[in-house]
């Protein structure tokens, strides 16, 4: 399995970026997809997961209503819409695959497959 996520970039706060994550190798729907974030100095942060199957989401309190995951099962793709950005968004931004889906999804323990990252800053 391999990920390969894109869209970082430079925003204002305030502003919007969608990220893609394609999925390759195997069947999408066999996998929960995740979005993780790490800041300079910080633990690795969930942010958002869907089930590739069934296209259930969760998410951690602090990005509801500001993040939304969705896919797309045809390109095996999943993305990550992030509106209202801040400061504190600031951060290099993984996509992840799980297949086992039995555990925790909210865990970077529980996911096989990482992309490579890509960075996310937000502007003041």
């Known amino acids: 399995v391999q990920l390969q996520a894109s869209g970082g970039g430079l925003v204002q706060a305030g502003g919007s970026l969608r990220l893609s994550c394609a999925l390759s190798?195997?069947?999408?729907?066999?996998?929960?997809l995740a979005w993780f974030r790490q800041a300079p100095g910080k633990e690795r942060e969930f942010v958002a997961a869907i089930s590739g199957s069934d296209g259930m989401t969760y998410y951690p309190d602090p990005v509801k209503g500001h993040f939304i995951i969705s896919r797309d099962t045809a390109k095996n793709t999943v993305f990550l819409q992030m509106t209202s950005l801040k400061p504190e968004d600031t951060a290099v931004y993984y996509c992840?695959?799980?297949?086992?889906?039995?555990?925790?999804?909210?865990?970077?323990?529980?996911?096989?497959?990482w992309g490579q990252g890509t960075q996310v800053t937000v502007s003041s």
């Open positions: 992840a695959a799980d297949g086992r889906k039995i555990y925790s999804v909210y865990r970077p323990s529980t996911y096989d497959y």
């Open positions: 190798g195997r069947t999408f729907s066999s996998y929960r």
